[in-house]
C-alpha cells in the first residue's frame, strides 16, 4: 500500500483552533435548546419527591392537571415499557413507583405548553408519604451495612505483617466532600415523533447509544425504532453519561403518548437537586514505613457515599483502588473498598471517576510520613517511586511506560521548587500571620475503560466526487475539542486543508452501539476507527491510481501539493471526480477496539489500563491565619500528553482540569440538610472558582515524549488526568496550616475541599498541639 504509513508515524500538524470556536463566541453555536420550537411543543416539568425515603401512600394529581396551560400528567402507570433509566443495574426509575428513595426524585411528569407552566403545576400535586428510616451519611449506611454491592478487597503480600515489623506507624483519616458538575448548559432533551412510531431525540448527552437503547425500552420498541443525535454540549464533566437519560426518556414518553413535539429543559436548582455528583469519600489509613519514608506497609479503607441506585459506582469505587497507588511502589498493601448505599441522590461519573479519590488519599499519606519525619513531602515521594524491580501494581499490571521520575526532577529544576521551599520557610519564620505552602504532586492516570467491552468505537468518513469530506463517528463533544482532533486526523490521512472536511454530529442511525465519550477515551478510540476508515478509502483510491496511471502502490503519494501517481499529479477533487466516474467507492466505516487489556474483576487483578498519562504540578499557596482565606499564588504544570494532537486544545484541557479540581479541594461545598435536601442548589449557595481563583503565575509545559503504545499519532488521552494536579493545591494548603506551629510533627486534620472554615479549625487545632 502506498504511503501507509501508521497513524502513529504521522508527524504532528499545526494546532487547528476548536471547529466551533467562531460559532462560541458569536452566540451562532447550536445547542440541543437553541433550535425553533413548533407551535404545539409541549414543555416539561417533574413533580419531586419532598422525602429522602418514604412509601407513598396516595397521589392526588387533580389540580396538577387543572392547572392552566397542562395538556397531559404522567405517572409510572403511562410507560408502556421499562420503568428504568439505569446503566446498568436497572434500578433507576423514570418516575417512582410506590417508593421514594431520595428526596427530588422524580414521581410524576408535567406536559404543558410552557416551561413555567409546567413548573408551576408540578407544585400543585397532594402526595400522601409514609416516611421510612433513611441513611444519609457514610456513618449512617456503615453502621446499617447499607451497601450497593459487597464491599471489596485488592491486596499484595501481608499487609498486617508488614506493619507490625515497621519501624515506624501512623493511623490517620479524613474526608473530601463530593463536587456537583456544574455544566455551563444544563440537562435538555428535544423529543420529536415520527412516522410509523418512530422517534427522534435531540438530547445533551455523553452517551448517545445508551439514551437509545434505554428508550426503547422504556417505549417497548426496537431500538432501529429511535434516533438520538447529538451536536455539542455546553459541558458535561460525566454528568451526562447516565444522568441525560432521565430527560430523554421523558421527553420520549410525552411525545410517543401525545404525537406532538416535547421538550425537558431542566431548571438550575432542578438539574443540581436531581442529578448525581462526584462520590465523597471517607479515607482510613494505617502505614508503616522506614526513617528514610520508604513505606512498607499498607492498609488503606476507602468508604464511598454512592446514594440511592447503583449507577456507575461498581466501576467508579475500582478506579478509585485503581489510583491509591498514584506514582508509588507498595509492598505490602490492603485496599478496602465499601460502596455505601444512601438516601441521597445516586452518585455518577465525573471527571477521573475515581481515581481524584483514590489519588489523594495516598497524596495524603504522603504529606503525613513526611510531616512525622520532619521531612519534606517531596523528598519521600520520590523515594517511593516506582522503579525497576518495584514495577508492578496491586492489581497485577507492570507499569512497563513509567516515567514520574524523570518528569518529576524537570519540574522540580524547571519550577525552582527547592529555592522556593527555603524562600517559604524564610517568609513563614517572619510573618505571625500569612503564612505559605508549596507542594509538588504527580499523576499516573490510567487510560482505558475499567468495563473491558467498553474500548471500541467506530467512525463513518464519506468522500464526495468534489474532494470534500464527511465524518460521523461515535464520539461525543462536549468543548473538549474532540470533533476537531479526530478531523485533523482525516485530513492528515488524505493531505488535504483542514476546511476540507466536515465535522457533523454524533448520531445514532450513523453509527451504532458506542460507547460513552469517557475514561479520556474520547480521542483514542474514536480517532482510530476514523483512520481506519479514511486509510480505507485511500486504500482504495490508491490502487485505482495504481491502475489507471499502471504504476505500483508504492508509486501513489498523497501529499498537501496534491496526490501524486507515478509521473502523474492530480489534485485531491481531480481524483475523487474520476474515481466516481470510475465507479470507487468513496465512504467507509472504520472500526477500533484497545488491545492488550483484561482484568478478572471478581480477582482485581490484571491490565485494565492501556497505558498511563503522567504530569505533575508545583502549587504555591497562601492562608490568612485569622480569617481561613486562602490564596493561589502560583502553579507550575508539567504534562504528559504523548506526541499531541492539537498542542492548544491539550493545553487547553489540562488548565481547565487543573482549575476544575482546585475548585473540588478548595471551594465546592456539597451541604445537604438531616432531611436529605441539598441545601447548595445554585450559583448563590454552591461557589465554583471564577477567573479570579487562577494563580496570576500559570505556566503548562508538555512532557517532550510519545506513548510507547501505537495509539494514534502516538499521543495520550488529556481530559481527566489534569484535573488531579489541583492535588498539589491541597498538600501546599497542608502546609500553609502546617507552619503555624513548624515544631510539631504532625499532619494538620484538614478535610476537603478546605474551605475558610476549615482551614481556620485546622491552623486552631494544630497550634493547641
Known sequence: MADRDPAWRVLPKPSHPHDSAPLHVTGAARYADDGPEPADMLHLAFGQSAHAHARILSMDLSAVRAAEGVVQVFTAADIP???????????????????????????????????RAARKAARLAKIDYEPLPACLTIEAAQAANSLIEPTQRMARGDADAALANAPHSLTGSFDMGGQDHFYLEGQVALATPGEDGQIHL???????????????????????????????????????????????????????????????????????????????????????????????????????????????????????????????????????SERLKTNTVSDTAFRGFGGPQGMLA?????????????????????????????????????????????????????????????????????????KKGIALTPVKFG??????????????????????????????????????????????????????????????????????????????????AAYNAAMTIRDRLTAFLARTFGCADTDVHFTPEGVIAGTERLTFAQLCRKAHIGRISLAATGFYATPGIAYDRAAHQGRPF?????????????????????????????????????????????????????????????????????????????????????????????????????????????????????????????????AVAPDVRALPRLDAPATPERILRAVSEHRAR
Open 362 to 434: 495516598i497524596e495524603r499519606i504522603m504529606d503525613d510520613v513526611a510531616a512525622h519525619l520532619g521531612h519534606d513531602p517531596l523528598a519521600v515521594r520520590c523515594i517511593n517511586l516506582y522503579g525497576p524491580g518495584r514495577d508492578v501494581a496491586p492489581y497485577g499490571m507492570t507499569i512497563a511506560d513509567n516515567i514520574a521520575p524523570q518528569l518529576i526532577a524537570r519540574l522540580r529544576t524547571d519550577a525552582r521548587y527547592d529555592a522556593r521551599s527555603a524562600a517559604i520557610a524564610a517568609f513563614n519564620a517572619a510573618s505571625p500571620i500569612i
Open 81 to 115: 415499557g421499562a420503568n428504568d433509566v439505569s446503566p446498568v443495574a436497572g434500578d433507576d426509575r423514570l418516575l417512582a413507583d410506590g417508593e421514594v428513595i431520595c428526596v427530588g426524585q422524580a414521581i410524576f411528569l408535567v406536559a404543558a405548553t410552557s416551561q
Open 447 to 528: 487510560i482505558s475503560f475499567t468495563t473491558t467491552h467498553l474500548n471500541q468505537a467506530g467512525a463513518l468518513v464519506l468522500v464526495y466526487a468534489d474532494g470534500s469530506i464527511q465524518i460521523n463517528h461515535g464520539g461525543t463533544e462536549m468543548g473538549q475539542g474532540l470533533y476537531i482532533k479526530v478531523a485533523q486526523v482525516v485530513a492528515d490521512v488524505f493531505a488535504v486543508p483542514i476546511d476540507r472536511v466536515r465535522i457533523t454530529a454524533t448520531r445514532t442511525d450513523k453509527v451504532p452501539n458506542t460507547s460513552a465519550t469517557a475514561a479520556s477515551s474520547g480521542a483514542d478510540l474514536n480517532g482510530m
Open 610 to 738: 492501556y497505558y498511563f498519562a503522567y504530569g505533575a504540578a508545583v502549587s504555591e499557596v497562601a492562608i490568612d491565619t485569622l480569617t481561613g482565606e486562602h490564596k493561589v499564588l502560583a502553579v507550575d504544570i508539567l504534562h504528559d500528553v504523548g506526541r499531541w494532537l492539537n498542542r492548544q486544545i491539550d493545553i487547553g484541557q489540562i488548565e481547565g482540569g487543573f482549575i476544575q479540581g482546585q475548585g473540588w479541594l478548595t471551594t465546592e461545598e456539597l451541604i445537604f440538610d438531616d432531611q436529605g435536601r441539598l441545601l447548595t442548589h445554585s450559583p448563590a449557595t454552591y461557589k465554583i472558582p471564577t477567573a479570579s481563583d487562577r494563580p496570576a503565575h500559570m505556566t503548562i509545559s508538555l512532557w517532550d515524549g510519545e506513548n510507547v503504545e501505537p495509539t494514534i499519532n502516538r499521543s495520550k488521552a488529556v481530559g481527566e488526568p489534569p484535573f488531579m494536579l489541583a492535588i498539589s493545591v491541597f498538600s501546599a494548603l497542608t502546609r500553609a496550616v502546617a
Open 202 to 336: 435531540l438530547c445533551s448527552t455523553q452517551h448517545p447509544s445508551e439514551v437509545q437503547h434505554l428508550v426503547a425500552h422504556m417505549l417497548h420498541r426496537n431500538s432501529a425504532d429511535v434516533t438520538v443525535e447529538v451536536r455539542r454540549m455546553g459541558g458535561a464533566f460525566g454528568g451526562k453519561e447516565t444522568q441525560a437519560a432521565l430527560f430523554a426518556a421523558a421527553a420520549a414518553l410525552v411525545a410517543d403518548k401525545t404525537g406532538r413535539p416535547a421538550k425537558f429543559r431542566c431548571d438550575r436548582d432542578d438539574d443540581m437537586v436531581m442529578t448525581g455528583k462526584r462520590h465523597a469519600f471517607r479515607v482510613g489509613y494505617d502505614v508503616g514505613f522506614d526513617a528514610q519514608g520508604h513505606v512498607l506497609a499498607l492498609r488503606l479503607r476507602l468508604a464511598s457515599r454512592c446514594g440511592a441506585t447503583v449507577d456507575l459506582s461498581p466501576a467508579i469505587n475500582d478506579r478509585a483502588m485503581f489510583h491509591a497507588d498514584n506514582c508509588y511502589w507498595l509492598p505490602d498493601v490492603e485496599i478496602v
